[in-house]
């Protein structure tokens, strides 16, 4: 998922339900981690980052509604 089209498609609530959608999937992955059955490694490090990604749009979300209000 590019930001672009994070930025584009969704809104604070989407994205806020990505972020809780991606913990779980981090979650999961963890618990195959520890019992020997991820295949693919590198998920991990990709969903990390799509939350990083995903809480950065949210964060510029919120500080634009702060200067509209000012």
Do not use: P
């Not at 972020?19 to 693919?40: G, P, S, T, W």
């Not at 799509?50 to 749009?57: F, G, Y």
Request: charged share 30%.
């Amino acid at each position: 998922m590019k930001a672009a089209e994070i930025r584009g498609n969704m809104s604070a609530a989407e994205i806020r339900q990505e972020i809780d959608n991606h913990y779980q999937e981090l979650f999961n992955l963890r618990f195959q981690m520890a019992a020997k059955q991820l295949v693919n490694t590198n998920r991990v490090r990709q969903v990390k980052r799509n939350i990083a990604r995903l809480n950065t749009i949210l964060r510029e979300y919120e500080l634009f509604a702060e200067e509209v209000e000012a």
